[in-house]
């Protein structure tokens, strides 16, 4: 499985950090629409991604812990060819989490990928993943990601330990309970 450092926080002022992160790339962002439907699995998360932009279809499935920081985090990716049909499958097979749908600025700073994202019904977030090699010590990864994160003017109190889905789940359940 590959692997990579992960840390994410809120976006207090999304313009500014895309300036300084605008700064530290050597290239133009990508920009993406995406859509995440999540689903129910017995360990870490299982995902669905679809672009808006024609970019293919993916399945990913991750493992990471639920923590403030930067914390590794194991994926494998695998393209869909036919990502309604797969949607279709995992949905009567397993429970649909919940689903996301966000704007995502890529710079690449180095082997770190900046995600901005601004998400529908949460707000703007930034997340780094800090691509680490096959036996890299995940130290390295997580000095890079808060030197990172120093420089793009980050502070520790807005740090998120969860991903979107969970959040978006989280802002659902008082509206649900009081329904």
């Given at each position: 499985?590959?692997?990579?450092?992960?840390?994410?926080?809120?976006?207090?002022?999304?313009?500014?950090?895309?300036?300084?992160?605008?700064?530290?790339?050597?290239?133009?962002?990508?920009?993406?629409r995406?859509?995440?439907?999540?689903?129910?699995?017995?360990?870490?998360?299982?995902?669905?991604?679809?672009?808006d932009?024609?970019?293919?279809?993916?399945?990913?499935f991750?493992?990471?812990?639920?923590?403030?920081?930067?914390?590794?985090?194991?994926?494998?990716?695998?393209?869909?060819?036919?990502?309604?049909?797969?949607?279709?499958?995992?949905?009567?097979?397993?429970?649909?989490?919940?689903?996301?749908?966000?704007?995502?600025?890529?710079?690449?700073v180095?082997?770190?990928?900046?995600?901005?994202?601004?998400?529908?019904?949460?707000?703007d977030?930034?997340?780094?993943e800090?691509?680490?090699?096959?036996?890299?010590?995940?130290?390295?990864?997580?000095?890079?990601?808060?030197?990172?994160l120093?420089?793009?003017?980050?502070?520790?109190a807005?740090?998120?330990?969860?991903?979107?889905?969970?959040?978006?789940?989280?802002?659902?359940?008082?509206?649900?309970q009081?329904?």
């Amino acid at each position: 499985m590959a692997r990579n450092i992960e840390i994410k926080a809120r976006a207090r002022a999304l313009d500014e950090l895309r300036e300084r992160a605008a700064v530290l790339s050597t290239d133009a962002p990508l920009i993406f629409r995406q859509q995440d439907f999540f689903y129910d699995v017995p360990r870490g998360r299982l995902k669905l991604r679809q672009f808006d932009d024609g970019t293919p279809a993916e399945l990913i499935f991750y493992q990471r812990d639920d923590r403030d920081g930067p914390k590794a985090s194991y994926y494998t990716r695998s393209p869909v060819t036919n990502p309604e049909a797969m949607h279709a499958l995992l949905a009567t097979a397993l429970t649909t989490r919940g689903i996301v749908t966000k704007e995502r600025q890529v710079y690449f700073v180095g082997r770190t990928r900046v995600h901005l994202d601004r998400v529908d019904g949460l707000g703007d977030f930034v997340e780094l993943e800090v691509v680490l090699e096959a036996g890299e010590d995940e130290a390295d990864g997580t000095a890079e990601a808060h030197t990172l994160l120093a420089k793009l003017g980050v502070q520790q109190a807005d740090l998120v330990a969860v991903a979107y889905v969970d959040l978006l789940n989280a802002a659902a359940a008082p509206a649900q309970q009081a329904a």
